[in-house]
């Protein structure tokens, strides 16, 4: 397996709390995926980076911001938790324009 | 909007027997990917294919790529109990750069009983 953990894999949280998860991965790739994954839709992007510091937009950014200072690691930031965003978020990297691998998933429930 | 989708979206067969699964997509790509997803877990890439190619073959699973039609589909033979797993196509669309990006249906369950 690739070298990726996600920390936690298991949190609950109050509506309108902040929410750090993160990513750190040891195969020193260049590109890290956040997406989260809800039943009856699939995989969705929610920001992604490319270098250190470089990071942009995916599908449903609202509501989360991301961090890249060092090339393992890539923060998700969920300013002010939503029931909405309770999900399961997954983590991928990826080293040039081909497969992703993925961590093992973030189980995240705001009540 | 997805990109990709999968057809159907759920598949259950009888162990021995082929599966064989779909999917479109919209736009003009650069490759098309196939992931394998076991209950909890994390995705697992099965193959790639680019668009230039028009079928893949990796162990039991066979891919082809119709561009014309934007369409795909995975065929696994000889299924196993192992093979349960949802499958999911993802397409890369990205025009280049520094932008890659995948798009990801949303899955087909395949159920292989014993």
């Known amino acids: 397996d690739a070298g990726i953990t996600q920390s936690p894999r298991h949190k609950v949280t109050e509506t309108g709390t902040p929410v750090t998860l993160r990513c750190h991965q040891t195969?020193?790739?260049?590109?890290m995926y956040w997406y989260r994954q809800d039943p009856g839709h699939g995989l969705r992007l929610i920001h992604y980076?490319?270098?250190?510091?470089?990071?942009d937009k995916g599908e449903v950014s609202d509501g989360y911001s991301v961090s890249r200072s060092k090339t393992e690691d890539f923060l998700l930031t969920l300013e002010s938790a939503t029931s909405s965003q309770t999900s399961v978020y997954f983590c991928a990297i990826s080293e040039r324009r081909s497969e992703q691998y993925f961590g093992p998933g973030t189980r995240l429930t705001v009540t | 909007s997805q990109q990709g989708e999968e057809d159907p979206q759920a598949l259950s067969i009888q162990e021995g027997e082929n599966a064989t699964m779909n999917c479109s997509y919209k736009t003009s790509i650069n490759n098309l990917q196939w992931y394998r997803q076991n209950s909890g877990r994390g995705l697992v890439h099965l193959i790639l294919i680019r668009s230039n190619e028009r079928e893949k073959h990796s162990g039991r699973l066979r891919v082809t790529l119709d561009t014309s039609k934007k369409s795909s589909s995975l065929l696994i033979t000889a299924s196993r109990a192992a093979d349960t797993a949802s499958y999911f196509c993802?397409?890369?669309?990205?025009?280049?750069?520094?932008?890659?990006?995948?798009?990801f249906g949303k899955g087909t369950l395949l159920t292989v009983n014993p």
């Open positions: 195969e020193n790739h260049r590109y």
């Open positions: 980076s490319y270098g250190v510091k470089d990071t």
């Open positions: 993802a397409t890369d669309a990205t025009s280049g750069g520094s932008n890659y990006k995948l798009t």
